[in-house]
């Protein structure tokens, strides 16, 4: 039996969640292509996303990054991930909900934090107090994620395999996003 991804497949949630990785992993098994969204907003602007807000400003930024979702959503079906505050806003929510699904990654606090604490590539972690941040943006950020199509839960001992396996099997219980031949 073969199956056929009919809509893109947007993964959101928390910096540390595994979107980028999963979403590899999850494009390899419904063999379609992956992309990044942070990735497309670069490659357009030929510019890092810290020198687009340091030059252009956040809602340049967030301008952009609605125009690449759009983009994104509306092309060949593949499986997207968005950087962690594009599903905060109410317009990239309905882009997503016209033409894609969204799967919330869902990890507890204290994963997120075992996995991002030594990472130098997070600048809104770059505070006195990274982990009390990291904790702020969660609380604000997740009623936003909750809004997702679906959600998969997350845990220390799951693989990326297995959590791309377990999108996998969620997809799988609708017809709409995945056909089965």
Same mark, same amino acid.
């Given at each position: ?35 990044? $969204? #942070? ?16 030059? #252009?400003?956040?809602?340049?930024? =967030? ?16 499986? %997207? ?20 699904? $969204? ?11 075992? =996995?991002? =604490? ?17 904790? $702020?943006?969660?609380?604000? =950020? ?14 220390? #001992? ?9 999108? %996998? ?13």
């Amino acid at each position: 039996m073969t199956e056929r991804l009919k809509k893109t497949v947007v993964l959101v949630g928390m910096m540390g969640a595994g979107k980028t990785a999963v979403g590899t992993a999850l494009a390899r098994l419904l063999r379609v292509p992956f992309r990044d $969204s #942070d990735e497309e907003i670069v490659k357009a602007a030929q510019r890092s996303i810290a020198e687009i807000f340091e030059r #252009d400003g956040e809602p340049f930024f =967030r301008a952009r990054e609605s125009e690449v979702l759009a983009r994104l959503v509306r092309g060949e079906p593949c499986v %997207l991930s968005t950087g962690g505050g594009a599903f905060l806003s109410e317009k990239n929510r309905e882009i997503v909900a016209q033409a894609g699904v $969204s799967v919330w990654l869902r990890v507890d606090i204290d994963l997120l934090w075992q =996995r991002v =604490r030594h990472k130098t590539t997070r600048p809104l972690l770059r505070t006195p107090n990274p982990r009390a941040t990291l904790q $702020s943006l969660y609380e604000a =950020r997740v009623p936003f994620y909750a809004l997702a199509d679906l959600v998969v839960d997350s845990a220390p #001992d799951i693989s990326v395999e297995a959590m791309a396996q377990r999108v %996998l099997e969620t997809l799988r219980d609708h017809d709409d996003v995945l056909e089965r031949k």
